[in-house]
Structure formats: C-alpha cells, structure tokens
C-alpha cells in the first residue's frame, strides 16, 4: 500500500462512486466520512514506516509511480494530509445543512485529490498541471450542465489557465538559473515569470474581479470550498519555490515585493470589504483579504519562520465554512444577497445571521474569534520590520470591520415588526454552533494548534529555518 | 487563584439560572441562588486584601515565538476597588431586583451576573491582549442582549454603530500592543511607550463615551433598570480601568494638551445635560460621559488614583442612583452618601481626584471643577426628585426588608473605600479644591429654581435637540461614506466589465512597475 494511493486515489475513486447516490444526507456523509478517514489515517499511521498491529505488519510506501512521474508523500507531509482532509471533512459535511451535497462532495473530492497531487508529483512543476486540472474539475462543480457560463466562471478558467504556462516557463528557466546561477538576466526573467504565474493563481490585485462575480453566479457554499482549498494550496506550493532555491528565498526584494503585494492585497479587499451591498461579494473581498494575509505571512518568514502562515490555515478554513454554509442558508425573496433583501434576516434567521457576524468579524479580527491570534501575530511581526506597512495593515482591518458593520446592521434592521424565529432546521444549526464554538475555541486558546503547527513546517527543508 | 474563584462563583451562578430557567422554570429558589452565590463572590473579592497583590495566568498561548503575551490577570491596589464596586453592584442589582416589575426574570439576573463577572475579567487584566479579549466579550454580550432586549425598527441600527465604536476602541488597543511590541517593549501595561499611551486614553474615551462625543441609546428607558444599569456601568469601568493603568511617562505628549481640552469640553458637556437631564434614567448617559471625562482628565493630569476614584465613583454612586426604583423617604436621602463620595473632600472616595497633577496643566482645573459641581448638583436633584415611583410600604413584606439593603449596600461601600482597600484611601487630598467644587454645587442648587436655563429639560425634548445636531454629523459622514463608495463602484464595474481583462493586465503592469520602482 502506498501514501498517494491512499490520498490520492481512493478519495478520487470515492468521489467518482459518490456521483451514483442521490440523497443529500448520504453523499454528504460519504464525503465527510472518506475525509475524516482519510485525516485520521493520516494523523495515527506512520507513512515508510512499519506498523505492528498484533501479528499483522502494515507500512504506507511513500511513494508510487505514474505515467513515469513520481507521487511522494512523505513522513513530513502527513500534518499537511491531516489539515487538508480534516478541513475537507468539516465542508464535506457541511454540504447537507447547505443544501450542496450533490453537487460538491463528488467534484470536491476530486478537486482534493488532485491538489494533494500537486504537493506530491515529482518533478514539482508538474504541479501546475495538476492544479489547472483541479481547476478544469471544478468547472462543472460552479456551473451546472444546464446552467449558462457566467462571465466571473470564463474569468476564473482564463485566469487561473493563465497561471499555468506562466509557473512552467519559469520552471524551465529556473533549471538554467540552477545551472548557471551568475546569469542575472535569466534570473530576472524566470522570477518575473513566477511572479506573474502566481500573480494568476493567487488572484492577486487586480485579477481577482472573478471572485466577487463567481460569488453572485454560483452557490456561495462552492465557490466558498474552492477559494478556501486553491489559495491553500497554491500557497504551499508557493513556499515549495522558496525552499528550493536559496536565491529566491534569500532574496530581500522578493520578499519585501511579497509583502508589499499582500499589503495591496488585504488594504484593496478591505477597503472594497466596506462598500459592498452584497453580502457574497463581501465575502469575495474578505476572501481576497485573507490571501493577502497569508502572503503578509510568507513574506516575514525570514523572520517568524513558517508557523505565521500555517497559523492562518486552519482559522481562514473554518471562518469560510462558517460564512459559506451561513448564506447558503440564508434565504431571501429575491435570491440574492443584497442587503436589501437580507433586511431583518437576524430575526428568523438568528443563527446563520450569527454565523456571518462571527465569520465576519473573525476575519476581521476582533479578539476571542479565531482570526484573532495570527492576525495580531503578524500585525506585530510587520511593526517590527515597519511600521508604516504596520498602518496599512490597520487601514485594511478597519474597511473590513466597516463591511462586517454594515452587513450586522442591514442583518438586525426590521422591515416591520418581527417576532425572533429560528427557521434553521437541527442539522444546520448544529453545523453552525459547532462551528461558531470552534472560532472561540480557536480565538481563545490558539495553542490547540500546536501538535499539528510544530510538525507543517517540517515540510520544507529550508525556509524559515 | 482566588480571582479565578470569584470569576468561577459568578458564572456559575449565571449558568445555573440559566440552565433552571430552562429544565425547572417553576423552581422557587432561583434567586436566592443568586444571590447566595453573588454574596459569596463579594465575601472573595474581600478576601483578596489579605494577598494583594495577586495573579493568575491562562494557558501560555503557543507557539511561544509568535505570541510575545498570553492572557493574565492581576488584582492591585487599583484594580481591587473596580473589583469590589462590580460585585456589589450585582448584589445590589439582585437585592433591589425584589422590588422591580416583572421580579422572576432568572435570564435578566444571569445577564446581569455575567456582565459582573466579564467586567471583574476587564478590571483585573493584566495586559493589553487580556483587555482586549474581554472587552470583545463584554461587547458581544452586550449586543446580543441589546438586540434581543429593544424593539424599536431603528434601535438594531444603533446597537450596530455603537457596537463598531466599542471595536475601533479595541483596535486601538490593540494597536497600542503593537506600537508597544515594534518599540521593543515588553506588551505589558507597565512598559507602554509614549505614543502607545495616547491611543490606550483614545482607546478608553472611545468606548466610555467621551471622545467623541457620541448619541446614547434612545431606547434605554425600555430596558430594565437593573440589567439596563449593569450594562452601562460595566461597560464604563472596564474601560476606565485602563486609565489606571496607563503610566504617566507614557502620557508625556505635545497632544496631552488638545485632549485635556477635549475631556474637559466632554466634562462641562455631560455635567451640564446630566443636571438638566428630566430624570436619572434618561440622564444616565450623559453621567457616563461626565464622570468618564473627569477620569480621563486625571489619567491625563498623571493621577492614576484619582482616574481610579472617578471610576469607582461613576459605578458605586451612579449604580445606587439608577437600581433606586421605588420611593422611600429616607433612602433617598440616604443616597446624598454619593454626592459626598463625589465631593472630592478629604477620605471621600474620590478625596484623591484632584490630588495630583504632574502635567502642569492646571489651567484648566477651574473647568474640571465646574464639570464636577455640575454632575454633583445633577446627582443631588435627581436623588431627591419628587417620584411618580411607587412607595416601599406598597411592595410585598419581604421585598421591604431586602430591598434596601440593596440600596444601602452600595452606599456603605463608598463609604468604606473612602478609608480602606486601595492606593486612594484615608487621604485628605487637594481638599481647597473639593470646597470650591463643593461651593459651587450649593451656589447651583440655590440657583436651579431661579434661573430657567438651569431647569430640567422636558423629556421630549432632549433626544430631538441632541440627534438634529448630531444627525447633521452623520449625514455628512454618511455623504463621504457615499462619495468613496461611487469610486469603488466605479472601478469594481470596470474591472468586471466587457473590457475587464484588458483593464486588469493594464493595472497590473502599473502596479508591477511601481513596485519595480520602489524596489530597484
């Protein structure tokens, strides 16, 4: 038995199988079941090593061979297994209490065996492919056979297929620059090349108008699922580049560019956070925030090590989930999310209302919710290196507590005179109280985290070591 | 351990109602759980004293190079006194709850406790993240109960603006921690450098009302007289204790000046609204805005004491005034304890508000002093204010023997911290000061029914003279809020348009030659 078969194909197989049932509850349990599984294995079996278990001896090979390309998940990678699939687990369950279980957990599993994949073919720069392919899966996933294209889905396909040469061109070049590492002009075209390469993976300003249309067109709870799982892994895949060469991680100008672009990033996110009438497209900008943190993060990892990004993960997943399932279930007149029809929504809605106040503000990064430690974490980091990108990052943080404001405002203003009602059914409230318990348990006691944080960074070799 | 004791007792309590309330609503002791319970809090919080001072802290958070602090707690000289005003407030609101409409309310009572018991948390933070994290908690309850407790269409809007002016306060906070942090300061509230400090006061004027100078809730009368009051009260000192504990180098700035001005506009504003206010409940707000400011002005005179008498003062003399609902000849009178506690005469409570002043402003004293007679002779009118209240002889048999125990409770502990427990007891302070304050009191008093401009305003009048002003700020906010919000809609339709792409690869190469240009 080995590690990508495991990971890689059952949960592709599963999630092929998962298209034959049609009951809502049994696909979302199926998925979520296959994904904590998956997580668990990940978690208590050793991967290369043996495991005696009474008279029968089990070992996971690491690696497995396909169409000449190699599939290695290491020992070092089993944390990362463990946080892609336990967070896959809760949006897979969640997809019932969304109403999306059909249309997700069959392509979501999919999409998230192939983005593993991406962490573990060699040579590495495979990695784009399987990605595009993810992105290629996913597709028919925000925009059903019946349904007609919308123009956030052609942005979101172009862009994101843009990436791809892009990351394979600098790959070439940078096989050259390893070569001969004095070529200054071969260096700077192969980071340029990467740059734009994950300038279009990334959605990075101002090629991410495709989120907030992609929000409007398709079910939030899946765009939501795939702007948590994508920007996840195109950043370690990111950080993959910086821990193979030494000169781009040494570099002080990447890094300081890194910053700068993150700081672009949730400083653009937060102030268009703030004068939204949409509660999708708030969301799409706080996404965009989010990504900016993470490459805030990378770009002091000369500084604060790996931890500060992996801190984000698991905080940015579960506010997501929590603001994705929230608006699924929201439901207004009309449709839509503007916050003209989601007046007075507190009132009979009071839990999922909740639930994108607490997302909302947890992105934000009000204390006790679980965007609150990594945020003030890095926030002192920048105000260590300057203070003045410290402002920017407090300009950003106030345009998304004027957004989260304007939305709890537009939540608890009745049209007429309403009495409190909970329309909820048990299912999605008990997703979101549990979900809601996680942010303050996260917000509160960051250290939980910290068997899984002390063994990610262990995934790569050099940076931030 | 024994802070996390009296926490522990006070939440327990609160959940037990709650959880009697829902398995067993017929149960018949509920209140004198709480009270049980409350009371056995308040014997802890006296039983500090003998370890003083005392800490405790939370799990570390991990990983230790990220995190420079972790939540602590700490009770001091100055911390104790809060403490101590809090838990006999909700004693008081429990014992006074026997004579209030609707007695059997357990969910009020629990939401009264926990606002005690977060605000016990806030006073006794060690640290600026510790701060922070309880004043999101507080600030959380507070709205949740607000929404579930007002039923006005506009009122929700309102819980929203002034639950976002409580949050910039904590970002400011916790920008404070930062600036702190990037000095190469320990996050600590003892090692808060210059600039830090400032935002810290900003922070604490934010969240109490003082700056700006912002509307009160309309809705407040609708809210019960003792949750409505723990509420207030709660909120108020968790953010004035940071006042006590910013240091005074921390204050020494070109800006201590303009916000020394500030506070004492923001003083002589709520003294003058507060005294004219038509009754104690309406005025309420503006008594927060009042006795804030002068705490801000005597953290800003360098006079951590007397920011922490001012404090104290607002919740032991204001909570005795507000939980007052029924009409007793000699109760009312006895609530003058508070004008003394008020005076600033020497072993007062507030004997040390004017004790120090390391800044050298003390130009501006003269204004504090009117600010503070004005709030006095305010208090003194409203606590002998012939009532339309029911009497105490009309209440049930038992709610007259416990009623003003509640009531007198209150009382006495001003009295007590006028001698005993804390950094500004048994001092006769600047007492020429407390005199003039006290003189001017009884010129006002005096002069109250024979000026008109003096008088009380009608109660209708006061919110739509307030809000006209007020709104026309808002309204010119709200136009730039609008200006602002057409550029992003502009450039979010050009960049999603039929042309966006092009749009975008254009943006993109400016911004990469700008960064290009900033990093050669």
């Known amino acids: ?465 | 351990m024994l802070i996390l004791i009296t926490i522990l007792l006070l939440f327990a309590a609160a959940l037990t109602l709650v959880i009697l309330r829902l398995t067993r609503p017929e149960f018949r002791f509920t209140w004198v759980i709480a009270v049980a319970a409350t009371f056995l809090a308040w014997i802890t919080v006296l039983l500090w004293q003998t370890q003083i001072p005392l800490s405790f802290t939370l799990l570390p958070w991990q990983p230790a190079n990220l995190f420079s602090t972790s939540p602590s707690f700490s009770a001091d000289g100055l911390s104790w006194p809060y403490a101590v005003s809090l838990v006999t407030l909700a004693l008081a609101i429990l014992l006074t709850a026997s004579a209030r409409e609707g007695f059997s309310s357990s969910f009020a009572w629990a939401g009264s406790i926990t606002l005690c018991g977060l605000g016990l948390l806030a006073v006794t933070a060690a640290n600026p993240l510790t701060l922070a994290m309880v004043w999101a908690a507080l600030d959380l309850t507070e709205l949740i109960v607000m929404l579930r407790t007002v039923n006005e269409r506009e009122a929700g809007e309102r819980v929203v603006a002034a639950f976002s002016t409580r949050a910039i306060g904590i970002i400011l906070l916790i920008l404070a921690n930062v600036v702190s942090s990037a000095s190469g300061k320990t996050t600590e509230f003892t090692s808060i450098p210059p600039q830090a400090g400032l935002l810290l006061l900003v922070a604490a004027g934010l969240r109490v009302g003082v700056l700006p100078l912002h509307l009160p809730y309309s809705s407040e009368t609708s809210l019960r007289r003792g949750l409505g009051t723990a509420l207030r009260l709660v909120t108020a000192s968790s953010s004035l204790v940071l006042l006590a504990r910013i240091p005074t180098a921390s204050l020494a700035s070109p800006l201590t000046p303009f916000l020394l001005v500030f506070a004492c506009i923001a003083a002589l504003y709520g003294g003058w609204m507060w005294m004219r206010a038509p009754d104690e409940l309406t005025g309420r707000p503006y008594w927060l805005i009042g006795l804030g400011a002068l705490a801000v002005a005597s953290a800003l005179r360098g006079d951590q004491s007397g920011a922490t008498a001012w404090g104290v003062a607002l919740v032991l003399a204001g909570g005795a005034l507000f939980l007052t609902s029924v009409q007793q000849i000699w109760l009312n009178r006895a609530l003058l304890i508070g004008a003394w506690a008020l005076s600033t005469l020497p072993f007062s409570l507030t004997a040390v508000g004017w004790q120090t002043d390391v800044s050298g402003l003390t130009i501006f004293l003269p204004l504090l002093l009117a600010a503070q007679a004005l709030i006095i002779a305010g208090f003194i009118r409203h606590a002998l204010r012939p009532s339309t209240r029911a009497s105490l002889e009309s209440q049930p048999a038992w709610a007259r023997s416990v009623y003003p125990f509640g009531i007198i409770l209150m009382l006495l502990v001003q009295l007590i911290l006028g001698f005993w427990g804390w950094d500004g007891a048994m001092q006769t302070g600047a007492w020429i000061a407390g005199l003039i304050a006290s003189l001017l009191t009884l010129g006002l008093l005096w002069a109250t029914p024979r000026l008109p401009a003096l008088n009380p305003v009608r109660a209708h009048w006061v919110q739509p003279t307030t809000a006209s002003r007020l709104d026309r700020l808002y309204q010119n906010l709200w136009a730039v809020y609008i200006w602002f919000a057409r550029i992003s809609q502009t450039i979010s339709t050009t960049l999603e348009g039929e042309g966006g792409i092009m749009w975008a690869l254009l943006f993109l190469i400016l911004f990469v030659s700008l960064i290009v240009q900033r990093k050669p």
């Open chain 1, 1 to 465: 038995m080995s590690a990508p078969l495991i990971w890689i194909f059952t949960p592709m197989i599963i999630g092929g199988l998962s298209f034959l049932f049609f009951r809502e509850r049994t696909v979302a349990a199926i998925g979520g079941t296959t994904s904590l599984i998956l997580a668990g294995i990940a978690l208590i079996i050793p991967i290369d090593e043996a495991l005696k278990i009474g008279p029968i001896s089990l070992k996971i090979a690491s690696s497995a061979i396909l169409f000449g390309r190699s599939l290695v998940l290491t020992p070092a990678n089993a944390p990362l297994l463990v946080l892609v699939f336990g967070m896959s687990a809760l949006w897979f369950f969640g997809t019932e209490a969304a109403g999306v279980a059909r249309q997700l957990v069959p392509y979501g599993l999919i999409v998230t065996a192939l983005l593993v994949a991406s962490i573990a073919v060699q040579p590495f720069l495979f990695a784009a492919l399987l990605i595009e392919m993810a992105v290629l899966v996913s597709v028919p996933l925000l925009s059903p056979p019946d349904q007609k294209p919308g123009r956030g889905l052609i942005r979101y396909l172009i862009y994101q297929t843009l990436a791809m040469p892009f990351i394979l061109f600098a790959g070439w070049q940078l096989a050259g620059v390893e070569a001969s590492p004095g070529d200054l002009a071969l260096t700077v075209q192969s980071t340029a090349l990467l740059g734009l390469g994950f300038v279009f993976l990334l959605a990075i300003f101002p090629l991410y108008s495709w989120i907030p249309q992609l929000m409007e067109e398709s079910s939030p709870y899946v765009v939501g699922f795939l702007l948590w799982i994508l920007p996840t892994i195109a950043a370690i895949f990111g950080m993959g580049f910086l821990d193979r060469y030494a000169w781009l991680r040494n570099s002080p100008s990447l890094m300081s560019g890194v910053q700068v672009i993150g700081l672009v990033m949730l400083v653009t996110g937060g102030l268009w956070a703030a004068f939204q009438r949409d509660v999708g497209r708030l969301m799409a900008y706080n996404t965009v925030s989010e990504t900016g943190f993470i490459l805030l993060a990378i770009g002091l990892t000369a500084s604060a090590g790996t931890d500060l990004v992996f801190l984000f993960l698991i905080p940015r997943g579960l506010g997501l989930a929590i603001w994705a399932l929230s608006l699924s279930i929201l439901k207004t007149d009309d449709g839509t999310h503007h916050f003209k029809s989601m007046q007075g929504l507190a009132r009979t809605y009071p839990i999922a209302s909740g639930g994108l106040t607490l997302a909302a503000l947890s992105t934000t990064g009000l204390p006790l919710l679980a965007g609150f430690p990594p945020r003030l974490a890095l926030w002192e980091g920048l105000a260590h290196e300057d203070l003045t990108m410290a402002i920017w990052f407090l300009v950003g943080l106030l345009g998304l507590l004027t957004g989260a404001v304007r939305m709890m405002a537009v939540l608890v203003t009745e049209k007429e005179e309403t009495p409190w009602n909970s329309k909820e059914t048990w299912v999605q409230r008990a997703m979101l109280g549990l979900g809601m318990i996680g942010l303050f348990v996260l917000g509160i006691f960051p250290q939980v985290l910290r068997p899984l944080l002390d063994k990610l960074p262990l995934m790569f070799q050099h940076l931030g070591r």
